[in-house]
């Protein structure tokens, strides 16, 4: 099954994260690809904690400004071919591409390439693609789509990102 969590609204990385934590309760191993993001969060050290969940980040430790730079590209063309081997090994029952579609929209890979990878997943693989701007035609690969609207945010009056809600 193909998930997407897309939309301006906040709680995309959060509901896949919450997938992953129910996954890995059941007993599934679970992998998570993060695109275009480098620095260690909150989440992490909760994650490393649990043996059946493994996380990897394909970024620098700055998130994406302006025009990205080939070593952006790279990462992110690093994280395809190690997510390719995460899915044909077939040990893992959920991956998670967290951000996947930020990097589509920042053209770092192809949709050409994400449509290949979701084609080629095997149907005992949950694979879920999270971040803004999901392409029409990954929404209409999946199998199920959530788009998460902002309707009202702090971030409006100013507050910054916190620890441990944010990041």
Same mark, same amino acid.
């Given at each position: 099954?193909?998930?997407?969590?897309?939309?301006?609204?906040?709680?995309? +990385?959060?509901?896949?994260?919450?997938?992953? /934590?129910?996954?890995?309760?059941?007993?599934?191993?679970?992998?998570?690809?993060?695109?275009?993001?480098?620095?260690?969060? +909150?989440?992490?050290?909760?994650?490393?904690?649990?043996?059946?969940?493994?996380?990897?980040?394909?970024?620098?430790?700055?998130?994406?400004?302006?025009?990205?730079?080939?070593?952006?590209?790279?990462?992110?063309?690093?994280?395809?071919?190690?997510?390719?081997?995460?899915?044909?090994?077939? +040990?893992?029952?959920?991956?998670?591409?967290?951000?996947?579609?930020?990097?589509?929209? /920042?053209?770092?890979?192809?949709?050409?390439?994400? /449509?290949?990878?979701?084609?080629?997943?095997?149907?005992?693989?949950?694979?879920?693609?999270?971040?803004?701007?999901?392409?029409?035609?990954?929404?209409?690969?999946?199998?199920?789509?959530?788009?998460?609207?902002?309707?009202?945010?702090?971030?409006?009056?100013? /507050?910054?990102?916190?620890?441990?809600?944010?990041?």
């Amino acid at each position: 099954m193909i998930q997407v969590y897309t939309g301006n609204g906040k709680g995309k +990385s959060t509901a896949a994260f919450g997938l992953a /934590l129910r996954a890995a309760g059941a007993g599934f191993n679970v992998y998570i690809a993060q695109f275009a993001k480098g620095r260690v969060c +909150s989440e992490h050290k909760a994650l490393e904690k649990i043996k059946n969940i493994k996380v990897e980040q394909f970024g620098k430790i700055c998130f994406i400004r302006g025009k990205p730079r080939a070593l952006d590209m790279e990462l992110a063309r690093a994280a395809l071919e190690k997510i390719k081997k995460r899915i044909a090994c077939g +040990s893992y029952r959920v991956i998670i591409l967290d951000e996947i579609n930020v990097a589509l929209k /920042l053209k770092l890979i192809s949709l050409k390439d994400v /449509l290949g990878l979701i084609k080629h997943t095997p149907a005992g693989i949950e694979l879920v693609l999270t971040g803004r701007g999901a392409p029409a035609p990954i929404i209409k690969a999946a199998d199920l789509v959530s788009r998460i609207n902002e309707v009202k945010h702090y971030y409006a009056k100013g /507050l910054k990102a916190r620890r441990g809600i944010e990041f």
